[in-house]
């Protein structure tokens, strides 16, 4: 059994790091952490951070990394936590890195390892191109369902679209913000010796799972 762990899931838009997160959590019996969850969350709890963050999102700005991290370690604080957990989401820039190490230090832990999810751009463009969402009830389809289609939820009369984000090219541009602000963390998390394991993205769930356990076994 993986001794339980802080782990920091890493990698490109659509690499499956959302989906791979919470079945390694369930595994290693470990909660999950992602950014917009625990944001969320304090705003409806009302708690000062969280009345931060909404003033920000009022104003239609950014929530600024040091409102996000201190939600963040907020959250790690509390006791479902001490024993580990899956951060998904939660390091995308340099800074946020940092911020994650110095509340991760406040708390006695650290980073124990990085699962970098590695796939092909062309492959995460096929793959995010072939989403869709219905337009009215939002209930999202993978690959089975196209343009077009009539929605298969009970009593929806709705048709699957495809997000704006997921356009080809919209998806090529995210690629590239994520190569130029988001890709320099792995050398930042290279450079201060935290252990990051590469996991082969590509094929069924299961199998991308069953390497992460591998590797973070190994």
Request: with cysteine.
């Amino acid at each position: 059994m993986t001794r339980r762990m802080n782990i920091v899931l890493f990698g490109k838009p659509g690499a499956g790091k959302g989906t791979q997160a919470p079945l390694l959590a369930e595994q290693l019996d470990v909660p999950t952490l992602a950014t917009g969850d625990v944001l969320r969350a304090a705003v409806r709890e009302g708690t000062a951070l969280g009345r931060e963050a909404k003033a920000a999102m009022d104003r239609g700005d950014l929530v600024p990394d040091a409102v996000i991290l201190g939600i963040v370690k907020e959250t790690l604080a509390r006791p479902a936590y001490v024993r580990g957990v899956v951060l998904d989401g939660v390091v995308r820039t340099v800074p946020q890195a940092e911020g994650l190490e110095r509340a991760l230090e406040d708390l006695g832990r650290c980073v124990d390892a990085v699962l970098c999810f590695d796939i092909d751009n062309e492959e995460i463009v096929r793959r995010l191109s072939s989403r869709t969402v219905c337009e009215k009830c939002q209930h999202p389809r993978g690959e089975d369902g196209k343009p077009g289609d009539r929605c298969a939820q009970p009593g929806c009369e709705g048709h699957l679209v495809r997000r704006k984000d997921d356009e080809p090219e919209a998806i090529r541009h995210r690629l590239q913000v994520y190569e130029d602000q988001t890709a320099p963390v792995l050398a930042w998390y290279q450079r201060n010796g935290t252990r990051i394991a590469t996991i082969n993205a590509v094929g069924a769930v299961d199998a991308v799972t069953g390497r992460a356990r591998a590797a973070l076994e190994g």
